[in-house]
């Protein structure tokens, strides 16, 4: 989408997949959020980062306009009433705490990953491709990934799956270390090995 006319917008969320940048929870169905429009990193247009009202208005000292807020017309007069509290300074929020997994930064991928990082795992299905050669990965497979903003809805941070030797033979990622994958110390050691190997760290590589 082209530079919105206004920098966030607030509405009920139309499902349950988004998560909260701030706690990365998800934002349930029809619970209220807002938007703060940023340049995606993927395309040339801008997308919504999405979160808990009390989360944004809880941690940030830079309070948006309400006349740079789009949709506040469409809210409810009390859940309107709510942000411009906010903004005053006269309401309190209550961010939604971090869960356990949020916290040790998302385990191997989904919502709670941090973008520019790293996950890999066993596949849980034969449905993903590799996002390098685009074949199948097999279920039981290894596969391993940079963690990567979704240029479609919901826009979250999620790993971009490959074969681990179609990875490392893409020259931004030949310099990715094994240390910085999460979830590596969860392989089985010959995988571990094969990955050590892929990624100059010595040890037999299968292919």
Known sequence: MS???????????????ASCKRCKNKID??????????????????????????C??????????????????????????????????????????????AAKGGGSGGGGAMEGTFACEYAKSNRGKCHMCEDQIQTGEVRVGPNKRMDRPPFIVAPSWRHPACMWREPEYKGVKTSDISGFTSLAPEDQAELRALAGEGGTSKG
């Open 3 to 17: 530079k919105p006319e206004k920098g966030f917008i607030v509405e009920y969320a139309k499902t349950g997949r």
């Open 29 to 54: 169905k029809d619970v209220l959020r807002l938007g703060k429009y940023v340049q995606s990193p993927h395309f040339d247009g801008w997308v919504p980062n999405w979160f808990h009202v009390d």
């Open 56 to 101: 944004y208005f809880g941690s940030t000292k830079a309070m948006p306009d309400p006349e740079d807020i789009a949709g506040m017309a469409d809210v409810r007069f009390d859940d309107s009433q709510k942000i411009k509290g906010f903004i005053r300074g006269t309401g309190t929020a209550s961010p939604v705490k971090a869960s356990k997994a």
